[in-house]
């Protein structure tokens, strides 16, 4: 079984940065791993995936220039480094596994993601 945690979220002003991690138990090294986010009254969205090499990424353009993902094998750990946050990042952001093993492209819609966490609240004030 497959449990992923979410950390590092909270409060923070508008240019702030945060550094969101996921926390995996499970096999996890095997696959890309995603980040997404789901505003209120919005469907969820895809805001940052990478391959389990950590050889290929992907950023919806929003967050291009602003956002990282990266991952650390060894520790099971994926992170997101949020800087030049803005309001209209406020979300829940979610952590999720890619249900294909050694890929090397990116998987971008949720369903080709099959264990999410429970989600952390980012919250931009401005």
């Known amino acids: 079984q497959v449990q992923l945690v979410e950390s590092g979220g909270g409060l923070v002003q508008a240019g702030g940065s945060l550094r969101l991690s996921c926390a995996a138990s499970?096999?996890?090294?095997?696959?890309?791993m995603g980040w997404f986010r789901q505003a209120p009254g919005k469907e969820r969205e895809i805001v940052a995936a990478?391959?389990?090499?950590?050889?290929?990424?992907y950023y919806t353009d929003s967050v291009k220039g602003r956002f990282t993902i990266s991952r650390d094998n060894a520790k099971n750990t994926v992170y997101l480094q949020m800087n030049s946050l803005k309001p209209e990042d406020t979300a829940v952001y979610y952590c999720?596994?890619?249900?294909?093993?050694?890929?090397?492209?990116?998987?971008?819609?949720?369903?080709?993601?099959?264990?999410w966490g429970q989600g952390t609240q980012v919250t931009v004030s401005s």
């Open positions: 999720a596994r890619g249900k294909n093993y050694y890929t090397f492209v990116v998987p971008l819609s949720p369903n080709e993601y099959d264990y």
């Open positions: 499970g096999r996890t090294n095997s696959m890309a």
């Open positions: 990478i391959t389990w090499t950590g050889g290929s990424t």
